[in-house]
């Protein structure tokens, strides 16, 4: 599907792609236990909601391979400690807590005989959560196919390709969907600061991929709006609550906003597993702040002046008044979102569970 | 004023600090002739609409010192030739054009007798747009004091300290006036990439300040209104149209939509002779395009992937609807600017005349 492999289960070890190395080496590491997998998702070695989810559950497959439990009941305590660690590495996606709690349901089927038995469910389980991140991002890219037109500009934030997911991607899936199917498209890619996840990797899959694209800072996306036609963007998510308030990579909720000053259709591609529907609305959304460094650092680069305060909330909230439509592989929300969601998790799940 | 000087005449050389090496090192450069002055504008050695024309100014004054011409009539054509170079060094800020008809109106004046009164008629009239530059900004943020309220949070664009002027000040001014009238601030300062002014210049100049001051990326500034109270948003510019649109560092535009939708009071700091009534409206401002490297790196960072296209405006224009009002050392224009414009103009135009 791509020529990379953002995560792969490499005989007992979790092999994955150093992101952090991207664009100018590709640096793949073997992850050995769950510590291993919580450092890097913490340090974004792999970052992106649906990939965090996906090794996250290898890394509770791991636990449970090298668990030396004689037991099931002590085997199951050992898990627990692993998503204790695990879901501790990052707040806001909560496809790292909807992964694990996959993997938990399944190992903790009391029907299931035995230590080996209960080892084997943890990998399964972790790697249909993988094989199923492809072809629910293969679906919502077919979903979307009739809301992208053709000859249109896209600005897309921060990366949502298959580096954020285990391959294909969400919004940069919807792209590349459109781009096999004939529609001629240019991205308009917001570098989004500060860790510059559109210029260093969106920027890298979409050259992978052939598809027309220029680099902006994010501060340009009006300018470019009111002097050219920009015809739809596109983002992913980290957590949508119930009534459709999204979280998602800061700097889009600007986005959001410019485009709606715009009436450019803003759309958030979300795969149902980060929905999540036990929360009422964007305020429960806990939101990341991560180190100073990420703003006052590029590379070796010192930027501020030593000892300056930064503020770096990792995520925002954009309220739902300010989406267009959400994409799910299940089909597409509209206003209201608080029916339409719902309605779309339950057939995300039985589509699942066939 | 400052602890440092952006631009002094230094026994017949123009002395500037280098604002790239900024906030690591001070750096100070000495100009020689008219090409030095236009190569250290171009490269935003000085940058700064307001400083950019104090420099050129000087550099007229140097072309004119250094001429070799044995009669009026070839010293001023000289003189033209310098302005044909200075004028074109940036396009946006109209400051430079401002500056440059200032001086060649007075060698210009018939009155003048012989090549040396000229000469020194030049420098007289650059060390006069230089000081009035200080004063002139004294005066807007003295103006400004009745709409700064106490205990405020304020988010700032770019650079529009003493280094983006001659001393003082333009929004940065603003700041430093309800700062010294013992009104509590807090700066949100937006790094703005893809220069980072904010996060290397303003950041700098807040510290030396004393005033409280926290970065952030340009993309956090709705989250921040979203979730606290930011009480108002204050920029400089690089050129106002006669019906208030005004082309300031690029990223102002998203800045005052966002700040629009939560009804933040958005103002923008402009010496008249910022202020260009030839012109009717924002789509007549030349906006410049920088070279694709202040997007791709980062110091000597490479951030994208080698080859990737990059569109790199340095400004955008905020239409006038989206702007509270506009201050100046004449006074506060409010909507409709076409009018209240064109009064503060005359009336700063006297202010210089007497």
Chains 1, 2 share one sequence.
Not at 117 to 138: C, P, Y
């Amino acid at each position: 599907l791509t020529p990379y492999a953002s995560v792969e289960w490499a005989d007992g070890l979790v092999r994955v792609l150093d992101q952090r190395r991207l664009p100018h080496e590709i640096v793949y590491r073997d992850l050995v236990d769950e510590g291993d997998v919580a450092a890097a998702i913490r340090d974004m070695m792999v970052r992106g909601a649906p990939l965090i989810g996906a090794v996250a559950a290898y890394g509770l497959a791991l636990a449970a391979r090298r668990s030396a439990a004689a037991t099931p009941g002590e085997l199951l305590a050992d898990l627990d400690r692993a998503v204790g660690m695990l879901s501790a590495a990052r707040p806001t996606a909560v496809n790292l807590t909807w992964a694990l709690g996959r993997v938990l349901h399944r190992t903790g089927d009391p029907s299931i005989g035995g230590v080996e038995a209960i080892k084997w469910a943890a990998l399964d389980e972790a790697q249909r959560i993988a094989r199923e991140d492809v072809s629910v991002n293969l679906q919502l890219g077919h979903n979307a196919l009739p809301l992208i037109p053709d000859d249109a500009t896209v600005i897309h934030h921060c990366n949502t390709g298959g580096l954020a997911t285990v391959g294909v991607g969400t919004a940069l899936g919807i792209i590349r969907a459109a781009h096999e199917n004939g529609k001629r498209l240019h991205v308009l890619v917001d570098e989004t600061r500060p860790r510059l996840q559109g210029a260093r990797l969106t920027a890298w899959e979409l050259r992978e991929l052939g598809i027309p694209h220029t680099v902006i800072v994010d501060g340009a996306s009006g300018h470019f709006m009111r002097t050219k036609v920009v015809d739809l963007c596109v983002v992913g998510c980290d957590r949508v609550a119930a009534n459709g308030d999204t979280a998602n990579k800061i700097g889009t909720y600007n986005l959001a906003l410019v485009a709606s000053v715009h009436r450019v259709p803003f759309y958030v591609a979300a795969p149902t597993s980060t929905i999540d529907l036990a929360i009422p609305n964007g305020e429960a959304i806990p939101i990341e702040e991560r180190p100073a460094r990420e703003v006052t650092h590029v590379g070796e680069e010192w930027i501020t002046p030593k000892g300056t305060l930064v503020a770096n909330p990792a995520f925002d909230v954009t309220p739902a008044a300010y989406i267009t439509a959400i994409i799910t592989e299940a089909g597409i929300a509209y206003p209201p979102y608080d029916a339409s969601l719902a309605a779309l998790v339950k057939r995300g799940q039985a589509g699942v569970a066939r």
